[in-house]
Every structure is written in C-alpha cells, then in structure tokens.
C-alpha cells in the first residue's frame, strides 16, 4: 500500500460546479497537509498549508483534514475554468529533519465552460 | 516574487550523451530537492541536500545520476550515459526546512532518444 493515494481522474465539470478532490495516507504520523496545483507544462504550486486537523479556507478553496479517518479534501467552490490543472497533495511528518514531503499522483481536473 | 529557476526549459538528447540540468533555489532556502516526474509514476524524489550538503540520493540510479551543490545559488543534477528510460521532465524544488512546503521550479523536460 502506498502512503499516499489519490485518483488520477480525470475529473470533468461544469464551470460554476463545486469540486471534491481527495486523498488518503496511511501513516498516521504525518501532521502537516498540502495541496498543490499543477497546470500543463509548469511546476506545482502550493495552494493550501494546514496543519493537524481542520478545515482552512482561502477564497473558493477550502481544504479539510479528518486524521481519524486518514482522510484529507479539497474543495473547489464557483469552479471556473482556470481551475483546470492537476491538483496533488502532500504531506510530512514535520518541519526540520524529520521527514520530507510525499505527494500523492495528482488529480486531473477539468472545467468545462 | 521569488522563484526557483531551471535550466534547461528543454533538453533533446541521444542515448549514451551527458546531460547537465542547473537550478537556482530561492534565496534563504536551505533546502533544496530533485523530483522526477513521469505519467505513470507521479513525482519520484530523487536527492535532496541540506546547507548544501547531500542528505540523501537513495532515489537515484547511482551509476548514471550525480547531485552536487556546489554552492548555495545552484544546485546541479548530472545524468551520464542518459538512456531513453531518463525521459522525464526533472523538477527542483527549495524549501526553507525539510518538511516545510516545497517551491518548484517549472522544470526540464527531458528527451533522450
């Protein structure tokens, strides 16, 4: 089983749609929880940092972690076609030397106009 | 705003050839990792170095891959022979501690033939 594991999609909806992305972990050590977004050709970028469990919003982004259940979201609001990227998650254990980030594959998200 | 540059955007080489990828992390991270991303395996860690030293390259094919840091503004990721299973686009990333979020370059997208 890998630590991280998300859907590869593709997902595909309406512009305006709210948008569920998700992934689960298996380590129950990791206490800091990223999403990342990737559009074609460009590096990731950090969209969202949160720490232990939660939710934390930021515009139409709001991103959750549930550590009982090894679960974390990340939910698009008004989705426009902007949106449209491959959105990866990322955690670690912690800050400093003890332990590095592991993403997950990505989930390739469309909003279609 | 600051970014973490890579060079080359792009790279097209024979089998058997050296290829030589460069990257300038952010000022003031103190860590800097190599990522190898592929469609089937997602982002793949391959070394990273704190204050420039090399903590750890078990990701990498050690007979063909050397990461140096030769200083604090460029990182460098050798691959010699370079095969075509080495088609990948390579990703460097900074950080301010290990486990903090990561800040990507857009990459160098590699093709041997």
């Known amino acids: 089983q890998k630590e991280v594991e998300q859907d590869p999609g593709p997902l595909s909806v309406p512009e305006g749609a709210i948008v569920s992305l998700n992934c689960t972990y298996s380590?129950?050590?990791?206490?800091?929880f990223m999403w990342y977004r990737q559009y074609s050709r460009k590096g990731p970028e950090l969209l969202m940092y949160?720490?232990?469990?939660g939710n934390k919003e930021d515009g139409r982004f709001t991103a959750q972690v549930d550590k009982s259940s090894k679960y974390i979201s990340l939910f698009i609001r008004d989705s426009q076609p902007s949106d449209s990227a491959t959105y990866l998650c990322?955690?670690?254990?912690?800050?400093?030397?003890?332990?590095?980030?592991?993403f997950g594959k990505g989930t390739k998200l469309s909003v279609k106009p | 705003d600051a970014r973490v540059t890579q060079t080359p955007r792009h790279k097209v080489t024979e089998m058997g050839q050296e290829v030589t990828m460069r990257c300038q992390p952010i000022l003031g991270h103190n860590t800097v990792f190599w990522y190898r991303q592929t469609m089937m395996q997602g982002l793949e860690l391959l070394a990273y170095f704190r204050n420039r030293a090399p903590l750890d390259d078990s990701g990498m094919p050690k007979d063909r891959f050397s990461a140096e840091m030769p200083d604090a503004t460029l990182a460098t990721l050798k691959i010699q022979p370079s095969e075509p299973r080495d088609s990948a686009v390579y990703f460097c990333?900074?950080?301010?501690?290990?486990?903090?979020?990561?800040?990507f370059g857009n990459g160098t997208r590699l093709t041997v033939t």
């Open positions: 990333a900074s950080g301010l501690v290990q486990g903090s979020p990561l800040h």
């Open positions: 949160t720490y232990s469990s």
């Open positions: 990322a955690m670690t254990k912690g800050l400093g030397s003890q332990g590095n980030l592991i």
């Open positions: 380590n129950s050590a990791f206490q800091y």
